[in-house]
């Protein structure tokens, strides 16, 4: 009773999921036109959060640039700016000591936990469960707090710089974060009972949003969109970079290509990024977190650098043209959601809303991401 | 027929696994913090807006290089100073140098990303992080911060 | 004669004052429920325990200005909050509390109390076709369609017990449950061994008669804004938040009466009205439990639950009930 079905078009009528609205986390506009409660067309429409970024890094200084990037996509910010740093790295050719590259990884995974907690509160508030929002965000809450005690902010970290780090950890921050770790696995058994096993979940999300494999090559998805329907691709194993070879962790990768399957696989990543901050609490090394030569003034030679990361929604990618001024020339941001988002105007088609708007809430969209 | 009435038990029974969790998180502590009945301690190195450093005597540290304000994102930041001539002995006998002193140090806060450039920036160590995080105000000119005047008044 | 109409009226306007009591502070008990059970405390800022939150909330609703979109149809419009309210809070008045606390009692009490149910879904359909809003009429459509199919089982299991009984009188269906909790028409007896089963419908009918999670789909706050009620601001929201807290109690009220004895106490000791409120208010505190834990279902999900497995199973145990009652 979930497939599409064949819809005469003259008695639509046209109906504006507007800007303002509890589902669309975030200003987005998607033009429908139903039959009933059928879906036959729907544009998405952007923009409403525009705000430069990319413009705002070609007018700025290389180290200007660097709380920009935690805006993007505030969930997960330590990915971006990760991203960002490494591309200027690699471009001003500066060396990186081992111990601040553990501490990145570590952060970044912590990070990556409190977006899909996120995520996940969000997402089964959306499908009408208010509880586990509530469980959610109280677990983000001691991540939260790991990170505000290293870094000093809890939602936009400007915590990386280019060489190293701002400010070192401490062995309360190890200590801290070995207590949370059981913690966040207890919690994750008890979102399986409360809501994986649920019957009622269960019916509203198998089979339900089909994206083949084919759809998603076509438009350029990544990240757990992709990997819920078999695509097994992942930056950090594929195209390593930083310190990630060093650790031992599984993709997880499904094939039903359904909403349950992209659910499944955001819960199995909270799984494995608590393993590789485990591995990286074990192996920290000690060291400097700042290189000795730092250069004063970041000018890159001139040239085309890119560099790509897995943030908590898919291959982020930044694209630096420098011609070897402080200013960057081109400073170009592949946005991932970008990619996942337009799918959603072809995979609906034949719907109905309530579906429809449970598989937009599995593909995972931050607005301000998309928009720039 | 077996798998109809099997999926009507299975359903059931985990409903009732589901209500289980919430009837046991029901008799659990809440975990709010009554705020402002109850405050929690901030963070050590907790960003707030900057405040500048004095030394010894009271004065601030600065000496208005405006290296702050070169290397801010934003352009929250604005310095004036005057030049000020005082006596020194210089090998044996007394000279006349000028020195410049702060005169004006604005924050504008509206427009601050807490980035901590000008902190990292500064070869001086005239300006740190506070720790005030509770300004809540229904006017623009109270996020315009007089650090001079604010240094001036937590002295005195 | 001035004396018994005296005391129809004291009768009518106390049973009135005890739903509206019940609606505004059913609110208050929810969010405080519902505070607990997600580990925040709920309203307790505006008096002890924030007992003064339903009154604070009722006076910013009376002082909100009434607001009517443009083009929407006038009378629709200002009749569906009433409709909504109005029969819910009829219905108390033969809604027997104890064996003297009646305000009117009727030999045909369950019917006239299904029958004002029936009632709440056409104000739905006026409420959100009044309001010239595409979401409303969606979600009014929706609802009326979950209504429908929901009262045929609800009637189905009603039958059943009515049958057991032999009578429609509210104060005889519980008398017939009188002496302990092995008497009740919860338990599984020799001429109907589902029992259970029909109480189990019941209560999953209840839950969707009053369109409360989760099967609020009228409402489904995230996909279309708030439902049917969308364009009511001020008293014509509150007007439907009450209704639908007076349509919980009396839905309790009735599980209680039909199925778990009513004012008997479980051990036959002390029968009185402080036990038939002990159960109506566990059963709303299982309401509030079970609305705070499960997500919503689909439309076709709801309608298959009913459609092909409630009725089948009400009418199997309705036919066996009939069967055995011949013989034994």
Redesign the interface.
């Known amino acids: 009773?979930?497939g599409p079905i064949h819809i005469r078009s003259d008695e639509t009528?046209t109906?504006n999921v507007g800007p303002q609205?509890?589902?669309t986390h975030g200003v987005l506009r998607v033009k429908m036109e139903m039959d009933g409660?059928y879906i036959v067309k729907a544009e998405t429409v952007l923009g409403y959060i525009h705000r430069m970024h990319e413009l705002m890094g070609e007018n700025?200084t290389y180290?200007?640039?660097?709380?920009?990037l935690s805006?993007l996509d505030y969930l997960g910010a330590l990915g971006y700016t990760h991203g960002h740093v490494l591309a200027v790295e690699r471009a001003a050719g500066i060396e990186v000591p081992e111990r601040a590259e553990y501490i990145r990884a570590i952060t970044v995974e912590l990070n990556r936990i409190a977006s899909h907690l996120f995520w996940f509160g969000a997402f089964?508030?959306?499908?009408?469960?208010?509880?586990p929002l509530?469980?959610a965000i109280?677990d983000r809450e001691h991540i939260l707090?790991l990170l505000?005690?290293?870094?000093?902010?809890r939602l936009?970290y400007?915590y990386y710089?280019f060489g190293g780090l701002?400010?070192d950890v401490d062995d309360d921050f190890i200590a801290a974060t070995k207590a949370v770790i059981p913690r966040l696995r207890k919690s994750l058994k008890?979102y399986d009972?409360?809501?994986t096993?649920?019957?009622?979940?269960e019916?509203?999300l198998k089979d339900i949003g089909p994206i083949s494999a084919e759809m998603c090559r076509k438009y350029g998805a990544t990240g757990p969109v992709a990997r819920g329907s078999g695509i097994d691709f992942d930056v950090r194993k594929n195209e390593p970079y930083s310190v990630y070879p060093e650790f031992d962790f599984d993709v997880p990768v499904y094939h039903e290509c359904d909403s349950l399957a992209r659910y499944k696989v955001r819960m199995d990543e909270m799984e494995q990024s608590l393993r590789i901050i485990e591995q990286g609490i074990e192996k920290l090394p000690d060291g400097p977190i700042m290189p000795k030569k730092k250069p004063k003034l970041i000018k890159p030679p001139k040239g085309d650098y890119y560099q790509a990361v897995e943030t908590a929604r898919g291959s982020f990618g930044i694209r630096i043209v420098s011609d070897g001024t402080k200013n960057a020339y081109r400073f170009k941001l592949r946005s991932p959601t970008y990619s996942n988002m337009h799918m959603f105007d072809e995979a609906c088609v034949g719907m109905?809303?309530?579906?429809a708007?449970a598989m937009m809430g599995s593909l995972d969209l931050v607005i301000p991401e998309i928009d720039r | 027929m077996g798998a109809y009435f099997s999926e009507i038990f299975l359903g059931l029974k985990s409903l009732v696994i589901g209500l289980i969790i919430t009837f046991k998180e029901f008799f659990k502590p809440v975990v709010t913090v009554p705020y402002p009945y109850k405050t929690i301690k901030m963070s050590e190195k907790y960003r707030g807006h900057i405040e500048l450093i004095e030394d010894e005597e009271g004065n601030p540290k600065c000496i208005s290089c405006g290296a702050c304000q070169r290397a801010c994102p934003s352009g929250c930041i604005s310095l004036a100073s005057k030049s000020v001539e005082y006596e020194a002995m210089v090998k044996g006998e007394m000279k006349t140098k000028k020195k410049k002193v702060l005169t004006k140090y604005d924050l504008n806060f509206t427009t601050c990303s807490l980035c901590g450039q000008c902190v990292e920036n500064c070869n001086f160590g005239a300006v740190t992080f506070s720790k005030d995080y509770n300004l809540a105000s229904d006017r623009k000119e109270d996020f315009h911060f007089d650090l001079l005047k604010r240094l001036k008044e937590r002295n005195s | 004669m001035s004396l018994t109409i005296l005391n129809a009226l004291v009768a009518v306007v106390a049973a009135i004052a005890f739903a509206a009591l019940n609606a505004a502070y059913l609110v208050w008990a929810e969010r405080r429920g519902a505070g607990r059970i997600q580990r925040r405390p709920g309203p307790n800022v505006n008096g002890p325990l924030g007992l003064l939150q339903p009154p604070c909330d009722g006076v910013k609703l009376m002082a909100k200005q009434l607001m009517i979109p443009g083009g929407a149809d006038k009378a629709l419009f200002m009749v569906a909050p009433v409709l909504a309210m109005a029969p819910a809070i009829m219905s108390f008045v033969t809604i027997p509390f104890s064996d003297t606390i009646v305000a009117h009692s009727m030999n045909i009490g369950v019917l006239m109390i299904f029958a004002f149910a029936s009632l709440g879904g056409m104000a739905i359909l006026f409420a959100g076709w009044g309001s010239r809003n595409k979401y409303g009429v969606m979600a009014s459509v929706r609802a009326v369609s979950q209504n429908i199919s929901y009262e045929v089982p609800m009637l189905i299991t009603v039958i059943t017990v009515v049958m057991m009984t032999g009578t429609m009188d509210l104060k005889g269906l519980v008398a017939a449950q009188a002496g302990g909790f092995w008497n009740w028409n919860l338990m599984p007896s020799l001429s109907s061994p589902l029992m259970p089963v029909s109480f189990l419908i019941f209560f999953i009918c209840a839950l969707a008669e009053t369109n409360r999670a989760p099967f609020d789909l009228g409402e489904a706050e995230s996909e279309l804004v708030a439902g049917f009620h969308t364009e009511y601001g001020s008293m014509g929201f509150g007007l439907f938040f009450m209704g639908e807290y007076a349509n919980i109690v009396i839905g309790a009220s009735l599980i209680t009466i039909l199925f778990l004895g009513g004012w008997d106490c479980p051990l036959g000791l002390f029968p009185g009205v402080w036990w038939f409120l002990f159960k109506i208010y566990v059963l709303i505190f299982s309401f509030i439990w079970i609305r705070w834990t499960f997500p919503r279902t689909t439309i076709y999900g709801l309608l298959n639950l009913s459609w092909k497995i409630l009725i089948p199973i009400s009418l199997f145990n309705l036919l066996l009930t009939a069967g055995l009652l011949k013989v034994f």
């Not at chain 1, 109905?352 to 579906?355: A, F, G, K, L, V």
């Open positions: 009773m979930s009528f109906l609205h509890p589902a409660e700025r180290p200007q640039v660097l709380p920009n805006r089964v508030m959306d499908l009408g469960g208010f509880t509530m469980y109280e707090d505000e005690a290293v870094t000093g902010s936009t400007c710089r701002y400010n008890k009972a409360l809501v096993g649920n019957i009622i979940f019916k509203r109905m809303i309530m579906d708007l």
